[in-house]
Every structure is written in C-alpha cells, then in structure tokens.
C-alpha cells in the first residue's frame, strides 16, 4: 500500500505503541488519585506536557489535553459564545460550524485563523492578524494540528491567546489532542465537573493516549522532524507536483509549492473532468490512499468548501485530490502514484466526453 493520507491520520509511530502498552500494564490508575500509582500516572502526563510545552515553547500550565483538535476548538469557541467571532474562510469545521452556531456580536471578539490548512496545505500569514487583535484588545486563537511537527513553532514569538494540536497527526493516538491557553486569557471549561486540568477540563484523564502523545512528541524533538519535512518530504511532494503538471493533461494545482506558502507534505491538485471520488476509488483498488478534500468533509457531496473558497469552481473542487505525505513514504511511492494516475485520469475524461456527448 502508498498510504498518502497522513493529513486525514498517521499510523502509530512504534515508539508510540511500545509506550502506550507499557501504560496499559504500568500507569493504569487514576491519574487523580492521591495513592503511588496513580502519582505515577500524573507523573507521565506532566512529561507529556512538559514535551509539548518544549516543542510549542509555552509554559507546561497554559497546555491543558483535550479529546483532540475538534474538541480544543470548540473549547475556545464556547469561551467566546456571544462573542464576536472572526474566521477564515478555510477553517476546520470545528470552528466555523461552532463560530456560525456560537457567535455573537459582544466584545472584546475572538480571532480564529489556521496557521496552515489541511486540505490544501496553504500556509495563512497570520502575524498581522495577531497584531490587529491585540491592538483592539480582542483575542487570537490558531489551529496548529497540521503545523505540529511539520514547522518549528514558536507560541510566544507568535503571541498567540490559544493555539490547538492534536496528537494522531503525528503519529500518535486519535483521541488526544491540547488546546495552549496562554496564562490570564478568558476561558470556560467545556466539560465541568471535575477538578482534572486544573479545573479546567474534567473526566478521567486519558493516561495512556496521553503517554502516546508524549512519545509521538519525543520522536518530533529528537529527530527534528521539521527539517526532515522541509527537505526529503517536500522533494517528493513537489516532484510529485511538476510529473502531474507535466504528464497529465487538465491537471491544476490547488496547493502553492513555493516555499513558505504551503505545508511541504500537502498537495491538492485538480484534474479536468474527473471526479475527485473516482480518482480516489481507482487509486484505491491500486493500492494507493489518497483523499478529496479533507477527510472529514467526505461523503458530503457539497464541494469542499476550502476549495469552493480558493478558486469559487465547484468543478475544480469535485476534481480535487488531495495527496498528503508521512515521514514514511519515499521516491518509489511517488513513482507508483505516476504509473497509474496518468491512465486513470485519461480514462474518467474520456468517460466524462462520451456522457457530454451523449
Ligand atoms: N483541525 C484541523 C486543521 C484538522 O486537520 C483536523 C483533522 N482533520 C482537526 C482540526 C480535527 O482533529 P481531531 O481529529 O483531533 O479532532
């Protein structure tokens, strides 16, 4: 199998399993509970956030985990309910569904742009956002989950209020996530309750996902996994880019390459008269995993509306693909896309022209 969809999810890293079933058997107890193990317990998620705090430089206490990004978005959201709430066009539809829904006109509003997108991989310059903001006395949230790991990042030179990650887009668990409040910001629990997060989120806390994500980060800081992205990954996605321009009639791209615009493992491209689920169907019966738009958006017959926001052609975002690399594929994945994507293209435009003409 070429697995390009590690956008959509990652598999688990080994180092990730190999902590996580030590958890199950070592650090199974309440993590709130007063007695050793579950001290232990409590032990291993402050490693957690202590990991995250390095990696995002923050302070361990302004992160607190979640049951991943969606989650984290809506947190903030909900803080903001009432609120004025501004977003991008392209955001996740944990944001804009909850902003749409939650929304108000109060102030001081909240800001909630991506830092990057997921299914076109368009990197947002948000820094004067941030400053607009601040200047106005309102407050800036950024979704990070597809930034983690990919870009080194910065929260404080950033400035951000709150900023949202979640652990399976790196490798570890789905169902983990955090949501960075930086210290003073409003905030309202979305789960009350309970004492955990410092009272700011309650349930059971998640120990061994939670120890999954922290092996999932020890592996992003030890191997830099930023730099391995921007150079041996982003070779293979822009090589992938220039064979599809070049070999394939009608194909268009969605994602800017050029360095500093897009995140390097994400690549949307368009094919003329071809359906984005077709694609997708016949590269799956070759084994190869891709997406149209973004996963969680599939099955829903609207077009994708990141791509309806980019290029205002419902035809270019229903003949969207969406190829999104993992530290794991190589050259030869991106040769086995190209011996078979040409033939699959020139076949679903030649069905296409024969039910135009008929
Ligand atoms: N935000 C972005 C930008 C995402 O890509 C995703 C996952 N598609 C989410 C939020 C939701 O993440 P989770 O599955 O952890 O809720």
């Not at 004492?195 to 999954?212: D, V």
């Not at 800081?221 to 064979?243: C, E, F, P």
Request: proline share 4%.
């Amino acid at each position: 199998m070429v697995y390009l969809d590690y956008a959509a999810t990652s598999p688990l890293l080994p180092e990730v399993i190999t902590a996580m079933h030590e958890a199950e058997q070592k650090f199974f107890a309440n993590a709130s509970a007063l007695h050793t193990p579950g001290h232990l317990a409590m032990n291993k998620i402050e490693e957690t956030r202590k990991l995250l705090a390095q990696l995002i430089n923050a302070n361990p206490d302004e992160i607190i985990f979640t049951s991943g990004a969606s989650e984290a978005n809506n947190t903030v959201i909900r803080t903001f309910a009432g609120h004025k709430i501004y977003t991008s066009p392209l955001e996740h539809h944990s944001i804009d569904e909850a902003a749409r829904v939650l929304g108000g006109n109060k102030k001081p509003a909240l800001y909630s742009y991506m830092f990057a997108n997921n299914e076109i991989g368009e990197i947002l310059s948000i820094e004067n956002i941030i400053k607009k903001a601040h200047k106005n006395g309102d407050y800036i949230h950024s979704d990070l989950t597809q930034v983690l790991g990919k870009l080194p990042i910065n929260i404080k030179a950033l400035d951000l209020d709150y900023a949202t990650f979640s652990a399976h887009k790196i490798g570890g668990p789905v169902g983990v996530g955090a949501l960075f409040i930086k210290d003073g910001a409003p905030f309202k629990s979305l789960i009350i309750g309970g004492n955990q997060e410092g009272k700011r989120r309650g349930t059971t806390y998640n120990t061994a996902g939670i120890i999954g994500f922290g092996a999932a980060l020890k592996y992003a800081i030890k191997h830099k996994t930023w730099d391995i992205y921007d150079a041996k990954i982003r070779a293979l996605r822009d090589g992938l880019a220039k064979r599809i321009l070049e070999e394939i009639p009608g194909s268009s791209l969605n994602t800017d390459i050029t360095p500093g615009k897009s995140l390097p493992n994400i690549l949307n491209a368009s094919f003329q008269a071809a359906e984005g689920e077709s694609i997708q169907l016949y590269l799956d019966a070759e084994g190869i995993i891709v997406s149209t738009g973004s996963a969680c958006a599939s099955g829903d017959i609207k077009p994708s509306h990141v791509l309806m926001a980019k290029t205002g052609d419902a035809e270019v975002a229903h003949s969207s693909i969406r190829f999104s690399f993992g530290l794991d594929n190589t050259e030869e994945d991106v040769k086995k896309v190209m011996q078979v994507l040409p033939g699959i293209i020139n076949r679903l435009q030649k069905i296409s022209t024969i039910e135009r003409e008929s």
